[in-house]
């Protein structure tokens, strides 16, 4: 069965600090995404990385940063977390870019960032 | 650009009692459109997806939606809803052709069901 993990559920952090938000594939697949949920905003993606060490801003990538060493893993990362950044994020990924395939999600992480 | 709206924001639905969720886009090119549903502390999952071919697309948990193009919907119907139902439902685009990768993503319908 297909899977993605997601390092945390819930996670609170203070103004300033580093946070790293994990997120595994178990799929093999080319692609991962990041994307922030937003009551009444829906789904806007972060950041997307199409290969190992590839990335792409996504729309609100700003405060934002990735990384993809490894094809199964896809790391987000808060260089100095504000309180606008609290958020759900989710990370999702898809076999390769053709716009058909499904995308699969993890279970989310809600950041609160205080 | 492509863009995606859900007018709902939330549909409440007595049990047994048939929904229909809507979802209007906009594109200038051939688009495919999906479906998501995501239940209560999960992730979103597909329901169902247009790509080609026929209209009505069916999908899992009995959900089934209509490709229009005249009016350029994609609204999502269940004929009977149980309270297992009750999750918020995405609607999303995407250029049917190469050159993005992007989805987008609608705002949500939040489905309530009633017992």
């Known amino acids: 069965d297909v899977k993605v993990t997601q390092s945390s559920r819930y996670l609170v952090k203070r103004t300033g600090e580093k946070v790293f938000l994990e997120c595994v594939q178990d799929m093999d697949h080319e692609n991962m995404f990041w994307y922030r949920q937003d009551p009444g905003l829906g789904l806007r993606l972060i950041y997307f990385s199409y290969d190992v060490k590839m990335k792409e801003k996504g729309d609100i990538p700003e405060g934002y940063s990735v990384s993809r060493e490894k094809k199964e893993r896809f790391s987000l990362i808060l260089e100095s977390a504000s309180t606008n950044q609290t958020s759900m994020y989710l990370c999702a990924s898809s076999f390769n870019l053709q716009t058909y395939n499904e995308q699969f999600f993890g279970p989310g992480t809600r950041l609160t960032v205080l | 650009a492509q863009s995606v709206t859900q007018l709902d924001s939330q549909v409440p639905v007595f049990e047994e009692a048939p929904v229909e969720l809507r979802c209007n886009y906009s594109?200038?090119?051939?688009?495919?459109l999906f479906w998501y549903v995501q239940y209560p502390n999960q992730g979103l999952q597909l329901l169902l997806k247009?790509?080609?071919?026929?209209?009505l697309v069916k999908g899992i948990n009995g959900f089934e939606a209509e490709f229009n193009k005249s009016q350029t919907s994609f609204h999502l119907r269940k004929p009977s809803v149980h309270i297992s139902d009750t999750a918020e439902y995405f609607c999303?685009?995407?250029?049917?052709?190469?050159?993005?990768?992007?989805?987008?993503f609608g705002t949500g319908t939040r489905l309530k069901v009633l017992a």
């Open positions: 594109s200038s090119v051939s688009v495919y």
């Open positions: 999303a685009v995407t250029r049917g052709n190469s050159g993005t990768y992007k989805y987008i």
């Open positions: 247009y790509l080609s071919g026929s209209t």
